[in-house]
């Protein structure tokens, strides 16, 4: 297990680091990072401005720099390899692994990707580029490294172990051995303890496990995603539509996928058009939270109309206005807790999954359920604490009744909708059910009021 160094990113130290990169001196970035994790380092960069960042991993090792290039965040790192000449960048590629390579390449236009590829050293590198840049970023083939260790079952245990040798300096972490036929099918895994312990002329076929679960090069990053999850993989073969491995997607590279995604999600929920962060530009802030805010405050001036339609009843029994939060805030809060709760089911799918039929009939449960005691208790506040006739009370009970209801339903088949359209439902989640449902709900309102006190 790698040891974690205890470093403290301070005021002083990125100062002194500063005037170092200022003064060029080398020896001071390589001997204070010398004993510094990767991530760390990639932290500091995020403090820097680009050209700064450039002179502290031009510094360091290439093998070092490559790992904290892969570390840093996706725009610094974009600015980073943008700025950086072909020949250069392809130095720091030539000391990664395969799908990290390509997750970088794939930031660059086709021209200087290509460039960047004709630059490296390492042929055999350079082919797997080729291969992997072929596959959706967000499936299995588009998440898989080619690095891989692999064994043919007709071969003895040392011949087995000679080549382990030889193909782990170009893998950083052994999680399994696969075993493989002539033909390079994938036949099974082999561990390394039943490798050491066996005689050094006992074949591979007699070691290797056959029950291995693998993933096609065609599978979303997401269902891998749960099969590493269910199945508690460290790491999971990838073959192609003949069975033949072509590579291997490990824990790591899932865990990014996952928070990216997760990011996404929590985006959509909040209203964001595209994916930004706190250090992107004024402009792109403002455009990503633009086209929400808008479909918001139509929904709001949409509202207004409505509450404007029905002036005369408000003016005839101004306490009717006195509840519209209150039936505006419930609908939107009903609607969110409901689309979350659908989000993270489409997100996690069972094998067993409901029919629509009985999802709706179990939101309707619950909501009927939510409903009658919200009705209640807003019924009793609004007659005892309130000091209101009972036929007002009953307005705003059987008003907020209505809207439980229909928020309910509205937040549960939304992102159903969108994801059978192949929208992200999370996007059902934010402004969109909350600006709905106060619509709705306003409507109901002054239709019960309508209907009850003769307006």
């Known amino acids: 297990m790698e040891e974690l160094n205890s470093f403290e990113l301070s005021k002083e130290y990125l100062e002194a680091l500063r005037e170092n990169i200022e003064s060029e001196n080398v020896a001071f970035i390589q001997e204070s990072m010398l004993d510094i994790n990767k991530a760390d380092v990639a932290a500091i960069l995020d403090e820097l401005d680009m050209m700064e960042a450039l002179f502290v991993l031009r510094a360091l090792d290439p093998d070092f720099s490559a790992d904290i290039l892969n570390e840093l965040d996706e725009d610094p790192q974009y600015k980073v390899i943008k700025a950086m000449p072909p020949e250069e960048l392809a130095t720091l590629i030539d000391h990664m692994d395969s799908d990290d390579a390509v997750d970088i390449l794939n930031q660059l236009v086709v021209n200087d990707r290509e ?3 004709s630059h490296l050293e390492v042929k055999e590198k350079s082919l797997y580029i080729i291969e992997l840049l072929r596959y959706d970023e967000d499936s299995a083939g588009g998440l898989m490294a080619k690095e891989i260790i692999k064994a043919n079952l007709n071969w003895t245990v040392v011949q087995t172990i000679d080549e382990i040798r030889r ?8 999680f399994s051995i696969y075993v493989v036929d002539n ?10 303890k039943k490798l050491i312990l066996a005689s050094s002329n006992t074949k591979v076929a007699d070691l290797y496990e056959e029950n291995i679960i693998s993933v096609p090069t065609y599978m979303e990053g997401e269902e891998v995603a749960e099969i590493m999850r269910k199945y508690d993989l460290e790491a999971v073969p990838v073959v192609n539509v003949k069975n033949k491995l072509v590579g291997r997607i490990t824990v790591d590279d899932i865990l990014d ?9 929590i985006q959509a929920m909040t209203g964001f058009s595209d994916d930004v962060e706190e250090s992107d530009s004024v402009y792109r802030l403002s455009r990503a939270r633009l086209p929400w805010l808008l479909i918001g405050m139509v929904g709001g001036l949409l509202g207004a109309g409505f509450i404007g339609f029905f002036e005369e009843g408000l003016n005839a029994v101004t306490a009717l206005a006195f509840f519209i939060p209150l039936i505006t805030a419930t609908g939107g809060n009903v609607g969110i807790q409901s689309s979350t709760l659908i989000v993270q089911s489409l997100a996690n799918r069972s094998v067993f999954e409901d029919s629509l039929t009985k999802r709706l009939l179990k939101v309707f449960l619950v909501a009927v359920l939510n409903g009658l005691v919200l009705a209640l208790f807003v019924m009793g506040t609004v007659v005892f604490l309130y000091d209101k006739e009972v036929k007002f009370g009953l307005v705003v009970s059987i008003a907020l009744f209505s809207v439980v209801l229909l928020a309910s339903f509205m937040g549960t ?28 709900g306003l409507a109901v309102y002054f239709m019960v009021a309508t209907l009850l006190l003769n307006l």
Request: hydrophobic share 50%; aromatic share 2%; proline share 5%.
């Open 167 to 174: 193909q782990a300096e170009n893998v950083e972490k052994i």
């Open 257 to 265: 996928l996952i928070r990216d995604q997760a990011e996404e999600d």
């Open 115 to 117: 460039a960047v590829i």
């Open 183 to 192: 033909k390079e099918q994938l036949l099974g895994r082999v561990a390394l």
């Open 413 to 440: 088949l939304t992102p159903i909708i969108l994801d059978k359209l192949g929208i992200n439902p999370a996007m059902a989640s934010g402004p969109f059910i909350t600006t709905a449902n106060d619509l709705m």
